[in-house]
């Protein structure tokens, strides 16, 4: 027998067996998989009833229609600056190296999330919110929002589009701030609400990003009225809506979507939303736009009196009243002085309504238009006395005053573009007061830089903000109008040299602010 046929004989039983398993294999798989479909076709729960999602029927309560009415008016605001000092505070870059950082002071402004820190930062962003308040591209957001930035951009509600804002205006003593963009098309500004008829227990609805996180609405009440707990202009409505940091400068609203203030500080000890919010009451902010819309800048009335520092309850009772303010000093020259009022005189109230205390005069004179007279009623020893007083601009009133004077920043472009005024620096200039010349070793000369414009000629050549300008072209600069003039001389194409003061890196705490001079200069654009 061959090999050939031996081998064939012993692969056949083998061949026979491989093909009965894979027969056998297949017969079973078979099976198996009949199994599980029949499996498949029974119910693996009999007892329950499947689910029916029901045709789309939306509930068109109140919150949904305020959210509808007043998100499209809503913006986000981000913002980038390098900072101006050496040494930067790590817990909050906009905060003076003498703030105490120990959390104990628990009310904060809203600022969103900021990037970490490097230990040289080139540059830092934050985040806020705004309100169209026009439909040409008018915004009123909080000042601590956009007051350090060297960029202001905003974004509309379901717009993807980044605009770049320009700041028009700012008010420090409410935090208010106007901003401007150039929309492409009609905005759509919110209705805004007298905020002297909000009550407790309304309800409040607020709108914002916080952390980013934008067009956040929520709800709660109205908590108090009247809280004093910042400055004197501020007396804030609280909510407990839930209110976090990126939600400043955002709108509260009432149950009709109208906005009755502000967003802009909130109770905390955690950082976060602890059921206590502040809001800047509408109409407060409404007289800061109007002012800064019309003017340029926010003028506020004064009959030139100043008031006890710490008035007690029973000065007045010692003269048989439970309202008014006690005169401390009439200004010389001043409004109330030119009227008569003296020294020690009690002033009861203001073309008849009663004054309840120094707060509530200053506030009600302050909101009174400049050049308007009002009747005061004073009680001169028991003799009451009716006096009548033209309300003054308080920064001339109080001029000598450093907590009042040079207050105004005033841009440097000329208002009449004649051939030769035709350019322009692009930053904005404050006057400074006897204390800020003598720290630094000044007699007359000085303006402050309070704006540099993006791209600006001002920019360009390196000019800061808060550098003081001694001299442009070495002549030298006393005030605004100085420069003003000297603007006027200058044609396009002409070189321009500005010799400045600027604050010294590296100070330590509790050392006196050091300068150091500088020369800046460039030529301006041609035309």
Known sequence: MSWIERL???????????????????????????????????????????????????????????????????????????????TVNKKNPHSSEDE????????????????????????????????????NGYILTNLHVVEEADHIKVKLTGDSKEYKAKLIGSDVETDVAVIKIEPDHPLTPVKI????????????VAVGAPFGLQTSVTAGIISALGRDIAQQFQRFIQTDAAINPG????????????VVGINTMIATRSGGYEGIGFALPINTAARVYNSIIQFGHVTRGSIGIELPREPKPELLKAFGYDHGVVV???????????????????????????????DDLVARIADTPVGKTVTLTVDREGQKLDKKVTIGDREKVFKDDPRF??????????????????????????????????????????????TVEDGSFAEEIGIREKDVIVSLNRQPVRSFEDVKRIQATLKPGAAVAFRILRPAGGQTRGTRMQWVGAYLSGTLPAE
């Open 328 to 358: 401390s000093k009439a200004v010389p020259e001043g409004p109330a002085a030119t009227a008569g009022i003296k020294a020690d005189d009690i002033v009861v109230a203001i073309d008849g309504k009663p004054v309840k205390d120094g």
């Open 193 to 204: 609400s007298n905020s002297d008829g909000v009550q407790v227990g309304d309800w409040a």
């Open 247 to 258: 939600n400043s400068g955002g709108p509260l609203v009432n149950i009709n979507g109208e």
């Open 405 to 450: 004077a040079g207050h105004r920043p005033q841009m440097t472009d000329p208002g009449d573009k004649s051939e030769n005024t035709s350019v322009r620096f692009g930053m904005g200039l404050r006057g400074l007061n006897d204390e800020q010349r003598k720290e630094m070793g000044l007699e007359e000369q000085g303006v402050q830089v309070t």
């Open 8 to 86: 064939r004989r012993q692969k056949l039983p083998s061949a026979s067996l491989l093909v009965f398993t894979l027969c056998a294999l297949i017969v079973m798989g078979t099976l198996l998989t009949q199994g599980v479909h029949a499996a498949k076709g029974q119910a693996s729960s009999p007892d329950a009833t499947p689910l029916t999602i029901p045709s789309i029927h939306k509930l068109d309560n109140e919150f949904v229609k305020i959210a509808k009415l007043v998100e499209p008016s809503v913006v986000y605001i981000s913002t980038d600056w390098k900072p101006k000092e050496a």
């Open 100 to 135: 105490e950082q120990d959390g104990s002071d628990m009310f904060r402004r809203f600022f969103g999330q900021q990037l970490p820190q490097m230990q040289v930062p080139r540059k830092q962003e934050a985040s806020g919110s705004g309100f169209v308040v026009d439909r």
